[in-house]
């Protein structure tokens, strides 16, 4: 496959290089960009007079909170604004001389991907749910490289294979939906990567990745720079990816920036106040704070809100002519653990791995074998008014809270609506609970009449913890809730966790990808791998003293938040994780996979 064309198609233009960018002419380069959206009082910036310039092998980290305009200065270089809703107001934007401004679609269509390609958030969004990933990266590479379907073939598959996505020659007859969020995500990074661009735009691309994959995609972003010289945008909330990856740093708020910089002086000596706090929200491994014991010493052990025992969920797939079941998902299998009143038990591990099937098991809403005991009562064999009653001690917080929110309906409607499916209350008793819950989520009670898209993500999420407590449940399951918000909000959200926790007594099953948070909230941790937990411990024991290697491997993939601790090297796998996915009666190794060795684990 041949390498992307190189800059300076017509006329070179030699743009000034706004201040602080590096020294030489820039691969691409920003100049007062404005963008502003329509509204009902009028025009209202969402980036105002940034500028900024890139150099040939240099990544770029723009950081800031949601809303700040990060992405809108992604959308602006790729010519992708959402018009009419948003427009460019002003300023320019040069590749290679040329005014990416005042060329019309049909010329950045030919640029996009080539020369500028862009890994985005969501990628449920920018996959076509009707074609299969393997489809959908052939014709990216036949349409942007001219060669021919067999080759263009090899080279997805290739691309595949580089982001470590397992069986990459099956996986590329799946459709997105058959696919988890992480490995969408890998397939989009692959796209991007498989056009070798001169530019690469990641807009938060390992937010959805666990720390082992977010390392490795992070290092495969390194081969491309080392291998072709192109050069990274990266915006992300994650202070740590930017410690790994960043030359320099844009720190920007309500579509300004606030400052800029080389990243090691960016870290170490924050000039602008915004800065200092947004560093000093980030968690990080070992500054946890002590967790009291949920249980005073010599007071006797009560029972657990939540007991787990041999819990297997498998799901059938069919295939072949006749559509028959041929083979099996083995989500989860055979897993065990409990979690007492006020102690929170957090589940890690890859994409993938079963975290959110035993979740959603617990909760009732996929079918399992074993034992899943809440407050006493086994869920086997309740009927369906036994297992409604029992459900008001479970309750749920989605990692998308827009996505779990009724855009139709009132957020004070959504968190008394559980409270009306169960009974709880009169109706004007149910609202004043409402206001109640709105002040102790840190919202207020003037909030209850407006509708989901009226709020940003993380009081979105606030409203979720709402609604959750709704029933005023024993048992909380938090999947991964936070890893969609900034580093600020974040912090906020899991102070708020803690005192609910403390305040009612209430028991936390928090899953998560990010080690950091986990080690800042978690009594005890759960590790899992391919669907088994392969270790256990006090949250000091896994932290301070982790037995199993692939713990290790998940605890040294976290990044450090400082460069000047920058690894030259992530770790990798010497080989793909095994698939869950097997024959018709092939029972899994469980022995095998619990003794996963060092030998597996293997330095970049």
Known sequence: MRRAAEPGAGTAERAKLPSGAPGGEPVLAVEDLTVV???AEGPRPVVSGLSFALGRGETLCIAGESGSGKSMTALAIMGLLPRPAARLA???????????????????????????????????????????????????????????????RMGAVEALRAVR?????????????????????????????????????????????????????LELLRDLQRAFG????????????????????????EARMVEEGPAGELFARPKAPYTKALLAAVPRIGTGAARPHPRPAGERKPAPVALVKDLTVRFDLRGGFLNRVNRRVHAVEGISFEIAPNETLSLVGESGCGKSTTAKAIAGLVPYAGDVVIAGRNLAGLDRRQAKAVRRDVQMIFQDPFASLDPRMRVGDLVAEPMAIHGVAARAERRDRVAALFGRVGLSPDQMERYPHEFSGGQRQRICIARALALRPKLIVADESVSALDVS???????????????????????????A?????????????????????TR???????????TRRLIEAVPVP????????????????????????????????????DAHLVAA
């Open 37 to 39: 959206v329509g509204g």
């Open 90 to 152: 002003g300023g320019a934007i040069r590749l290679g001389g040329r005014d990416l401004t005042k060329l019309g679609e049909g010329a950045m269509r030919r640029i996009r991907g080539d020369r500028i390609a862009m890994i985005f958030q969501e990628p449920m969004t920018s996959l076509n749910p009707v074609l299969t990933i393997g489809r959908q990266l052939v014709e990216a590479i036949e349409t942007h490289t001219g060669v021919g379907r067999g080759e263009a």
């Open 165 to 217: 996505i397992p069986e990459a020659e099956s996986r590329m007859g799946h459709y997105p939906h058959e696919l988890s969020g992480g490995m969408r995500q890998r397939v989009m990074i692959a796209m991007a990567l498989a056009l070798r661009p001169d530019v690469l735009i990641a807009d938060e691309p390992t937010t959805a990745l666990d720390v082992t994959v977010q390392g490795e995609v």
């Open 230 to 253: 192109t050069s990274i945008i990266l915006i992300t909330h994650d202070m740590g990816v930017v410690a790994e990856m960043a030359d320099r740093v844009i720190v920007m708020r």
């Open 489 to 515: 909000v974040q912090a906020r959200v899991l102070a708020l966790l803690r005192e609910l926790q403390a305040e009612f007594g209430i028991a936390y099953l928090f899953i998560s990808h990010d080690m």
């Open 517 to 537: 948070v986990v080690e800042n909230i978690s009594d005890r941790v759960a590790v899992m791998y391919l669907g088994q937990i392969v270790e256990t411990g």
């Open 540 to 550: 000091d024991q896994i932290f301070s003293n982790p037995q199993h290697p692939y």
């Open 562 to 597: 400082d460069p000047a601790r920058r690894r030259r090297a992530f770790p990798r796998m010497d080989r793909d994780m095994p698939s869950p996915v097997r024959p018709l009666g092939d029972e899994p190794a469980r022995l095998a996979l619990r003794d996963i060795g």
